[in-house]
C-alpha cells in the first residue's frame, strides 16, 4: 500500500467554505495513469460532505489521470477554519506518483469552465 499525505491549511478569507480538490497520478514514463482506485481519509477536522461528518471517500482516476473531490470543514458551525486538517491518501499499485492539490477558480478543471 502506497500513501501519502494532504494538508488543508486554514484561511481566515475562507473560513467555513468548501474547497476542491483534485488527485493527480502518473506513471513512471510521466503519463496519465488511468483508473487508479485512491483511498481519501480525512481526520476530525474536515469532511468529504457538507451536512454530514463523512471521513472515508473512494476515487478512481479518469482517463486524464485526475480524480476530483470536495473538502468541506468540520463541525461546519465551527465559525472558522483554524485547523490545519490533514488528508491521507492510499493506493494499492506502487508504479503511480499521486498526488493532490486545490483547485481555484480560474483552473481548466473548475467546474463550469470552458477548459
Keep these: ?10 484561511s481566515d478569507r475562507e473560513e467555513d467554505r ?18 487508479l ?4 481519509e480525512a481526520d476530525a477536522a474536515g469532511s468529504f460532505e457538507e451536512s454530514a461528518r463523512v471521513g472515508r471517500l473512494r476515487l478512481v ?4 489521470g485526475r480524480a476530483f473531490f470536495y473538502w468541506h470543514p468540520w463541525p461546519p458551525a465551527a465559525g472558522s477554519n483554524a485547523a490545519v486538517s490533514t ?7 506502487k508504479e ?3 498526488f493532490v492539490e486545490r483547485i481555484r477558480e480560474g483552473d ?3 467546474p463550469g469552465s470552458p477548459g
Aim: hydrophobic share 40%; proline share 6%.
Design 96 to 98: 503511480p506518483f499521486v
Design 18 to 35: 468548501a474547497r476542491l480538490c483534485r488527485v493527480i497520478a502518473f506513471d513512471a514514463e510521466g503519463e496519465y495513469y488511468r483508473d
Design 87 to 93: 488528508i491521507k491518501l492510499s493506493w494499492e499499485d
Design 108 to 110: 481548466p478543471d473548475w
Design 1 to 10: 500500500m502506497q500513501e501519502t499525505t494532504y494538508e488543508v491549511q486554514p
Design 61 to 64: 482516476t479518469n482517463a486524464r
Design 37 to 40: 482506485a485512491v483511498h481519501l
